[in-house]
C-alpha cells in the first residue's frame, strides 16, 4: 500500500519558477527521501532527511519535514527543463526490513 | 548514473509462464530491494535480501521469488505470470549496516505479459 501521497499530482510551471510538491505519510518514520523519476526509468535518489532534522538544502533543493503534522515538501528554486520528471517522497520507517514505502509522485513540467 | 544494472531492459511473457530478472548491485553494498512499479503509481516493496538472505517482504504472493549471492547481485523470480504483473521492476542496492542509507536504483526491467 502507498503511505504517501505526494500534491499536487501534476504541476506545470515556467523555467525559472520555484515548484514546491508536499508529501504527506501516515505512520512514524526513521528518515524520508525523496527521488527523482525521468520518463518511467529508474529512480534517482535526491536527498534523505532524518526524522530529528527539520531542513535540509542540496544544490538548488530544499526539503522541510514536520513530523507533528506527518508532512514534507520538497522545493526546487530556479527550475529548469531538465527537472522535468516525476518526483517520489518515500518513507522509511527504520530497519529497513519494511524497504521504502513510496507515495505516487507529482509529476513536474517545466515549460522553456 | 548509479553502479546498478539490470537486465533484460525489456521483457515479452505470456500469461503462465515464468521470468527471471536480474540486479547487480553497487560496489561495497549488501543489500538488494525489489520493487514493482505499475504505470502511474509509486513502487511497491516486493522483498528485501541482506547478505544472502531475504529479510523483509512486502504484500507480493509466494510466486515472486528472490535470490541474493555471494557477490550481493540478485534474481527475481515471477512463477505462474498473470496480466497484472506487467510493470516497471526496479531494483535498488544499499548498504544496510549504516543507520541512515539511501537506495541507488538500477534503470529497471519492463515487463509485459501477454
Known amino acids: 500500500s502507498q503511505q504517501g501521497e505526494e500534491d499536487p499530482q501534476a504541476l506545470s510551471i515556467q523555467e525559472g519558477e520555484n515548484a514546491t510538491m508536499n508529501c504527506s505519510y501516515k505512520t512514524s518514520i526513521n528518515n524520508l527521501q525523496w527521488y527523482r523519476q525521468n520518463s518511467g526509468r529508474g529512480l534517482v535518489h535526491l536527498i534523505l532527511?532524518?526524522?530529528?532534522?527539520r531542513e535540509k538544502h542540496s544544490g538548488r533543493l530544499r526539503v522541510t519535514l514536520d513530523t507533528s503534522k506527518k508532512s514534507s515538501s520538497l522545493l526546487i528554486t530556479a527550475s529548469r527543463a531538465a527537472d522535468t520528471a516525476s518526483y517520489f517522497c518515500a518513507t522509511d520507517a527504520g530497519g529497513g526490513a519494511d524497504g521504502l514505502t513510496f507515495g505516487k509522485g507529482t509529476h513536474l513540467i517545466i515549460q522553456p | 548514473e548509479t553502479g546498478v544494472t539490470q537486465s533484460p531492459t525489456h521483457l515479452i511473457k505470456t500469461r503462465g509462464q515464468q521470468v527471471t530478472l536480474r540486479c547487480s548491485s553497487q560496489s561495497g553494498h549488501n543489500t538488494v530491494s525489489w520493487y514493482q512499479q505499475a504505470l502511474g503509481q509509486g513502487p511497491q516493496f516486493i522483498f528485501q535480501y541482506y547478505r544472502e538472505e531475504e529479510n523483509g517482504r512486502g504484500n507480493f504472493p509466494p510466486r515472486f521469488s528472490g535470490l541474493q549471492f555471494p557477490n550481493y547481485s540478485s534474481e527475481l523470480n515471477v512463477n505462474a505470470l498473470e496480466l497484472d504483473d506487467s510493470a516497471l521492476y526496479l531494483c535498488?542496492?544499499?548498504?544496510?549496516?549504516?543507520?541512515?542509507?539511501?537506495?541507488?536504483f538500477g534503470p529497471g526491467t519492463r515487463l509485459t505479459v501477454t
Open positions: 532527511i532524518r526524522s530529528n532534522e
Open positions: 535498488a542496492s544499499s548498504d544496510r549496516d549504516r543507520s541512515f542509507y539511501e537506495q541507488y
